[in-house]
């Protein structure tokens, strides 16, 4: 089985760059003491088993300092010692302070490898679900310089929850120039009331109508701890329909899901899941999407 993995994370602990890890604390992931160690592209490959890694993009991990994360990216890439891993780097920066301009400059020279951009947006009431506890697509500063990232040819990796849809919608619509890739399905969050199925099945169609947007089918075991094929099922496909699958790919959110189920595990479900779709719509949800919107 091929497939391109549009989201993987890559650390090295030693850097002391993601202090999350190095003192684990209990959130909606769950106790994810077993992934704080060590991890990089020889690992991802070794995980992967029998599912055969064309490429991989590496999605930002939290760093305290994102130019030192793609600098350290870059050099593992140059040392050769996993070919084609990462394939390409979607980096970390923060769009709301005034040097937001620099900040890209800066990634797109660390490395001719950057292809976007993702600063984690998750707002939410409890606690256990909140990120970065304020709406930055609501600050004026954020908002000018989102529109840098058209300048610098690099896309936007949008990880928000369902409540926050709308507004990312009005967001894509007012940069169309800017390539924006929903993560994570979406994370449909609020899983206990009707209405929070309708909130995240109704968000997904509002993004979907911006020809901008595509979509990212990967994390479920963050929210789902104990998933099953059945489980992911109906999402994977509702999540399809709204999208298209000209604008949905695949991805292992690996090591986090780890946590959850292997490597392979993941793959051969989703495999499942769209076992009747063609085989070019299967080549385009395992393999060529991500190769055309990370330009790989």
């Known amino acids: 089985m091929q497939v391109i993995d549009p989201h993987v994370h890559f650390w090295n602990l030693g850097q002391g760059n993601q202090p999350w890890l190095d003192h684990p604390s209990p959130n909606l992931l769950g106790d994810y003491t077993p992934m704080a160690r060590d991890y990089g592209p020889e690992d991802l490959l070794v995980d992967a088993g029998d599912i055969e890694l064309l490429g991989a993009v590496h999605i930002e991990a939290d760093a305290v300092d994102p130019l030192a994360e793609t600098h350290w990216l870059a050099g593992r890439i140059e040392e050769g010692r996993a070919?084609?891993?990462?394939?390409?780097?979607v980096v970390g920066a923060d769009l709301s302070r005034q040097d937001a301009d620099e900040q890209l400059a800066a990634q797109c020279q660390a490395s001719e490898k950057v292809r976007g951009v993702r600063q984690i947006l998750n707002v939410h009431a409890d606690p256990l679900y909140d990120y970065v506890g304020r709406h930055y697509m609501g600050e004026p500063t954020w908002c000018a310089n989102f529109a840098l990232l058209a300048r610098y040819e690099l896309s936007f990796d949008l990880q928000i929850y369902?409540?926050?849809?709308?507004q990312a919608a009005r967001l894509a619509e007012d940069h169309p120039e800017v390539p924006i890739i929903l993560n994570h399905a979406g994370m449909y969050v609020d899983?206990?009331?009707?209405?929070?199925?309708?909130?995240?099945?109704?968000?997904l169609r509002r993004l979907a109508a911006c020809d901008n947007v595509s979509l990212k089918l990967s994390g479920f075991g963050m929210l789902d701890h104990h998933w099953t094929v059945g489980s992911?099922?109906?999402l994977i496909l509702e999540a399809i329909d709204a999208f298209g699958v000209d604008r949905?790919?695949?991805?292992?959110?690996?090591?986090?899901?780890?946590?959850y189920a292997s490597y392979p595990t993941i793959w051969k479900a989703y495999a499942?899941?769209?076992?009747?779709?063609?085989?070019?719509?299967v080549q385009a949800l395992f393999v060529e999407n991500a190769r055309r919107i990370y330009r790989l």
Do not use: K, Y
């Open 248 to 259: 949905s790919m695949f991805a292992s959110n690996f090591p986090v899901d780890s946590l």
């Open 162 to 166: 369902p409540s926050q849809m709308s």
């Open 191 to 203: 899983r206990h009331h009707m209405t929070g199925w309708r909130e995240w099945r109704d968000g």
């Open 272 to 281: 499942e899941i769209v076992a009747d779709a063609s085989s070019s719509e």
């Open 232 to 234: 992911l099922r109906p």
């Open 83 to 89: 070919p084609r891993l990462p394939s390409a780097l």
